[in-house]
């Protein structure tokens, strides 16, 4: 019996061994997640077969199906894009992830010539609406963030491209964040030496200045709303502008010196948002984006200005049970295309603007695999987030707002 009893006992302990030794790591595992996210999206254009495998889907709520179909295609080419381009640049990584990157590059580098070559069949018009001056921000964004992209793409796709973001300036922007979108596309233009609109960046800059409303938080227009669009827009390109802007100009540093106070805060309360288990309040328009929630969060780790209340244990701790928790679900993809949804295929969660492009902003959270897999982000220990911490009854730091 004694025999017996030590033999389970040495089963049972190398079977968790092997258990242990086969789970994939933090960083491989947002890589699959990332791979599986984009490959329909980037493989297709690539092969200039978007136009014929993209599903044609949009909310049951929408408002215009044909025109939200017809506009898909540069919706989700800026959002998958803008969520992925830091990644593009990097060099290291395991030999595994290094032939994904290559794939990888080879497949936007191909796509973008398709996307803004007339003769393609995935020719991407930007001049239909006003739908594509916010997804030409996307876009921007993404080569902003990733210089690597305008390099490497051939001078007649460069010239192709500055002037698809060019056409979207006759396009009214909705007096929301939507100000922030032409601002965007102006600061795509300064970064890459073209002239730009310093007008439609200070309109931008001072309105939304005017829209703060305290503790890291602004309005979306003229009425604050709970939702995240603070973190799905807001934050994320006043940082992507100001890093581009304040090289050019000294006119806003006291500005600026308040939005990094801002991002800060509202990064704090970004982390706090998240649940044990990685769920978060389900609340206000454009859920569907799922992770996309904590767009800021990711963008504050890719960049290194997380503030120090947080580490970067615990919030690669969070962002990673989010993604576990939002793309679990067996009806999140629907033959390998993202549903409209939060939890799995949810068509009533869908806004009148919604189309099969739109749920791919969530590929933003995917911004901290653009620093390198040495970085601490990817190598430190995991913690446990605020909300894990405090509801297993530890001790935690007291929560305060900020005032200006």
């Excluded at 996307?115 to 030409?136: E, I």
């Excluded at 192709?160 to 964040?177: A, D, E, G, W, Y």
């Excluded at 990064?267 to 859920?287: K, N």
Aim: glycine letters at 6%.
């Amino acid at each position: 019996m004694k025999i017996l009893s030590i033999a389970l006992l040495c089963f049972f302990m190398f079977s968790k061994g092997n258990v242990n030794a086969n789970e994939k790591n933090d960083r491989d595992f947002w890589l699959q997640e990332m791979d599986k996210m984009a490959r329909p999206v980037i493989r297709s254009l690539a092969h200039d077969s978007l136009r014929i495998l993209m599903p044609q889907v949009t909310s049951k709520n929408v408002d215009n199906k044909a025109h939200r179909i017809q506009v898909q295609y540069v919706e989700v080419l800026g959002r998958v894009l803008c969520g992925i381009s830091p990644w593009l640049a990097l060099e290291d990584g395991s030999k595994k992830e290094r032939a994904l990157r290559t794939q990888y590059r080879e497949w936007v580098l191909q796509g973008m010539k398709h996307a803004l070559d007339s003769n393609a069949r995935d020719f991407m018009r930007f001049d239909l609406g006003g739908q594509q001056l916010v997804d030409a921000s996307f876009i921007a964004v993404a080569f902003i963030r990733c210089p690597w992209l305008w390099d490497n793409l051939d001078e007649k796709t460069k010239v192709n491209l500055v002037n698809s973001i060019r056409t979207t300036r006759q396009f009214k922007p909705v007096f929301s964040n939507w100000l922030l979108f032409s601002a965007m596309n102006e600061a795509f233009l300064a970064r890459f030496g073209y002239d730009w609109d310093v007008m439609r960046v200070d309109y931008a800059l001072q309105q939304l200045e005017q829209w703060y409303v305290g503790d890291g938080m602004y309005m979306d227009g003229q009425h604050y709303a709970y939702d995240y669009y603070n973190s799905f827009v807001i934050h994320p390109f006043l940082a992507g502008i100001m890093d581009v802007i304040e090289q050019k100009t000294k006119a806003y540093d006291a500005m600026f010196a308040k939005i990094k106070k801002r991002n800060i805060r509202y990064a704090i309360i970004q982390e706090r948002l998240i649940h044990a288990d990685g769920t978060y309040p389900p609340s206000g328009r454009s859920i569907i984006y799922r992770a996309a929630a904590f767009h800021h969060l990711a963008d504050m780790s890719l960049k290194k200005r997380l503030p120090d209340e947080l580490s970067v244990g615990q919030v690669r701790g969070a962002l990673t049970a989010v993604l576990k928790k939002t793309l679990k679900h067996p009806r999140t993809y629907e033959n390998g295309w993202l549903t409209i949804g939060l939890y799995g295929e949810q068509p009533g969660l869908g806004d009148f603007y919604n189309n099969q492009g739109s749920p791919y902003l969530t590929s933003v959270v995917f911004l901290p695999l653009g620093l390198s897999a040495q970085d601490d982000f990817w190598t430190a220990e995991e913690q446990p987030w605020t909300a894990k911490r405090l509801w297993s009854g530890e001790d935690g730091k007291k929560d305060y707002s900020i005032a200006e």
